[in-house]
């Protein structure tokens, strides 16, 4: 009895098994796939280099005439070749601001619902669901249901902020349907799907523990949330909002339908206005001139520019919170 256990036991291991080789393969694999994923990240890069390469040479005759000038310029006028570009990039900018107003606060209101058990599943689960399907809404689509339906349902709300508020800056033009308002309220709506959904699995990624630990010591439920839950899920949060707002600045055709398209700077956001995508899709087809080209491949560049930009601010921030709650 004594003798069969170790041979029974050394039965059960393969001749062939080699420990050494087994790891040496792993150790293969590991390196294979590093190269490829530095290879992919390479090709993304040499990709986007690309693209901003060739926006940049399109843009080489609006460069060399008009030089950072264009920039702070308001004059826009193609039958005497004269380009400016700054309220277009005035009207993306503050159109996008505006959507980032409403649409933050409402997706993490959406996301906290969704994500804690404030409802039923039975109900919250189609709430998430009905919230993510309007990012799947053609952007087209949603620009015509502003036109015929949003523009009229929000008419009278502009008449009385021009009524009762016309004294201030902000509301001092007479509305008429397209504004600027309207186009951020529309952005708002086509960015919202974008906030809830990654935000809603930020939060559903942290661990219970923190919740439990939290009420355990005497927090209210709300205290959890605001003081333990949403500061955890900051980096995930900022990096949905800035991924909403690199949609926002450059969304097209709803913002075309609603905007107003006015190159006119207004301090008023009852008053139209006009973006960078809206005036690239409604003048590059019958774009002849060679400097009219230039000029709207110039407000290209300059929104990859603001959009690189956006970004990289997001990730300095992700990663400033992130060694800040490593030192903690």
């Known amino acids: 009895m004594v003798d069969s256990f170790p041979t029974s036991h050394q039965q059960l291991v393969s001749e062939d098994t080699d420990i050494t080789v087994s790891q040496a393969l792993s150790r293969n694999l590991d390196w294979g796939f590093r190269q490829l994923a530095w290879l992919c990240a390479l090709i993304v890069a040499a990709m986007l280099l690309w693209i901003a390469w060739i926006v940049f ?6 460069i060399a005439k008009y030089g950072l000038g264009f920039i702070t310029s308001q004059e826009w006028n193609v039958g005497e070749q004269l380009f400016g570009g700054l309220p277009y990039i005035f009207g993306s900018i503050v159109s996008s601001f505006i959507a980032l107003i409403f649409a933050l606060p409402l997706g993490l209101s959406v996301a906290i619902l969704t994500s804690e058990n404030f409802l039923p599943p039975a109900i919250k689960t189609p709430i998430g669901f009905l919230v993510e399907l309007i990012a799947s809404i053609p952007s087209v689509i949603i620009g ?5 339906v949003f523009i009229p349902l929000i008419m009278p709300v502009q008449m009385a902020l021009f009524n009762y508020l016309g004294w201030l800056p902000l509301f001092d033009t007479e509305p008429f349907g397209a504004s600027m308002l309207v186009a951020g309220l529309i952005l708002a709506v086509m960015i919202l799907p974008t906030i ?14 923190l919740r439990s ?20 899920a900051s980096s995930g949060i900022i990096g949905a909002t800035i991924l909403a707002l690199g949609r926002a ?30 005036v690239m899709a409604n003048q590059f087809a019958e774009a002849i001139d060679e400097l009219h080209i230039g000029a ?9 520019v603001i959009t690189l930009g956006v970004n990289s601010i997001a990730v300095l921030l992700v990663e400033r919170i992130r060694r800040q709650r490593e030192a903690n």
């Open 57 to 62: 040479q399109d843009a080489r005759p609006a």
């Open 144 to 148: 015509l249901w502003g036109i015929f």
């Open 196 to 209: 809830a959904a990654i935000s809603r699995d930020v939060l559903l990624s942290i661990p219970p523990q």
């Open 213 to 232: 630990a939290s009420m355990a010591l005497g927090a209210t439920r709300w205290e959890t949330i605001i003081n333990i839950l949403l500061p955890t």
């Open 249 to 278: 600045l450059g969304e097209t055709m709803a913002v075309t339908m609603v905007i107003g398209n006015s190159n006119i700077i207004s301090a008023s956001l009852l008053a139209p206005g006009y973006t960078i995508p809206a």
């Open 296 to 304: 709207l491949m110039y407000l290209a560049l300059i929104l990859f």
